[in-house]
Each structure stands twice: as C-alpha cells, then as structure tokens.
C-alpha cells in the first residue's frame, strides 16, 4: 500500500512538472515569438493611407547603414536627409511593426526642421537577433543607433529620439540607462511597468486572472532569454532621465492604459511636456490628430529644446 501510495504521487509530481514545462514554454514562446506583421502588408497599408510616399523616398537624400548591435547582430537603419541639417530624430517603432511605419513620423519631424533616422528592432524587419524582449534588449540597439548617428552629425548637433508603444518604452529605458547621451525625448503610448501590462493583455484576452502565470513565466524567460518581467519597467528609468521629454496617448487606447503615461509623467523630473489625446485607439494619436499632433511637438521643441 506504502509502496503503491509513494508511484501515485510520483506520477502525480511527474504530471504536474510536465504541465508545469509545457505551460512556462508556450507562455515565453508567445512573448519572444511574438508574431510580427508582414512586411508587405506593412507596406500596403501605409502607401494606401499616404503615409508612405514612395515618389518622396526614391528622391530623398539618404543613406543606408548596417550598425552592429552589442548583442551580436546588425541593425537595418536609414538616415534620411531631406534637409542641410544636422538636426536628427531617431524613430522607434512599436513591436510587430518595422522601419516603414515610421515614415509618417519622419515626414512630421522634416516640416519641424529635423532629418531622422529610422531603422528595425531585433528580430522586426531587416535586423537580426532571434527573440522580441520588448525593450530589455532593444535598449541596448537603441544605444548603438545612437552612437553611429552621432558619429555622422556630431557630437553639438540637436538629436532627439521619438518611441511610440514599444519603441516609447525603449526610448525610455534607454535614456534613464545612458543619461543625456540624447539632447531630448518623446514617448508615445508607452507602458510604464512590463509586469503591469502583461497581466493586464493577460486579463484581457485569455480566462487567466492569477499573477502565477507571469510567476511561471519568468522563470523560463530567465533561462530562455535571460531576463525577467520586472526588468522592462520604465517607471523605474524614467526617474534618471534629466533632458526634456514630451509623454503622449489617446485616451481611447484600451491595449496599453493611457493612466501608464501620466504615471511617467509624474515620475520624470525636469522639463517634461503632457499631451493626452481623446480620439486614438493604440498607437493612433497621430493618425487620428495630425494637426494637434504635430503642433504638439512643435510647442515642446520650442519651449523645451530650443528655448
């Protein structure tokens, strides 16, 4: 009876390790794995919404670059110059999206007087590198497209970086880690805390309520992938960042909470700018307020960067 008692519980602690494994893989899996859009259908969606101006891009001044990343890949950027300036913008796309869906941004930032650099994070587009880390990794990209821009404007030169959704919280990550390497910031839509916003996707689209789930997958993202959840929060970097910053997010935004953006907002010390927009599902403050948008960052630079 003794010996019959010790097999089922074996098998039951055998049962409960394999549901254990299966469940740490499938949840890691969905975030380093995460499915990116088609390039192709990228394309076709912004040449469609006139965002992406293909007549513009085959006559613009530019230069392709391949930057090596500390990781141990090559990032895809473009340095557009429509403009005899050393003035330049960094664009950050958001995660599954790629360097075209900053094209519209680009655009903003030539009418305010400001060439840009756009380019693809690791694992989106043309770059390299295996896993999507949502900011964990990608800060340290962000770090080497910086030091390559700056090596091609120099080092007095403007250079400003903009984020929207992942690429706003890779933006923060990377300026609270090298403080003042950039001379100002924007973070649209970005989320605050990585943990916050996985529970919260998590609550909303699966029956899992329980914060076990992110427990479970933390520990294999730490063996797989070798960080953890709570090592992609902004709101821990965002206090180390001293140069200006303008927060942006649409009110509608239901996929990352706009409550993320004012919580940023009240952490960041020193010059620092709010625009809260109330048209704008995720990532469609621009797309829904071009005008206000762009007069938006307008009034940032002049207030906050060339005052």
Request: with cysteine; glycine share 6%.
């Amino acid at each position: 009876m003794k010996r019959r008692k010790i097999y089922i519980t074996g098998l039951f602690s055998s049962l409960l390790a394999s549901i254990f494994t299966i469940f740490g893989f499938i949840a890691t899996n969905k975030l380093m794995y995460l499915k990116i859009k088609d390039p192709e259908v990228i394309m076709k969606r912004e040449v469609l919404a006139k965002r992406f101006d293909e007549k513009w891009y085959n006559a613009v001044n530019k230069e392709e670059l391949w930057i090596q990343s500390p990781n141990g890949y090559l990032l895809k950027a473009i340095f557009l110059k429509p403009l005899k300036t050393m003035r330049t913008v960094i664009i950050c796309h958001g995660v599954t999206e790629n360097k075209i869906n900053s094209f519209k941004y680009a655009r903003l930032f030539e009418r305010l007087g400001f060439n840009s650099v756009i380019y693809d994070h690791r694992r989106h587009g043309d770059s390299g590198g295996k896993t999507t880390s949502f900011g964990f990794y990608e800060k340290f990209d962000l770090q080497a497209i910086v030091h390559a821009t700056r090596e091609k404007i120099g080092s007095s030169a403007k250079l400003g970086i903009h984020g929207e959704s992942m690429g706003g919280a890779t933006t923060i990550l990377y300026a609270g880690t090298y403080v003042d390497e950039a001379d100002f910031y924007i973070a649209d839509c970005s989320f605050s805390d990585f943990t916050e916003q996985a529970l919260h996707v998590l609550r909303s689209v699966t029956p899992f309520r329980s914060t076990m789930v992110l427990r479970i997958a933390n520990l294999f993202l730490k063996v797989r992938d070798g960080y953890t959840l709570d090592l992609v929060s902004p709101k821990e970097a965002v206090a180390s960042i001293q140069k200006p910053m303008l927060f942006i997010h649409s009110m509608e935004d239901d996929f990352i909470l706009p409550y993320m953006t004012e919580e940023l907002f009240e952490i960041k010390q020193g010059p620092k700018m709010l625009k809260l927009f109330d048209k704008g599902k995720h990532a469609q403050s621009f797309i829904e307020n071009p005008f206000d948008y762009e007069n938006t960052v307008k009034e940032f630079l002049k207030n906050y960067v060339f005052s």
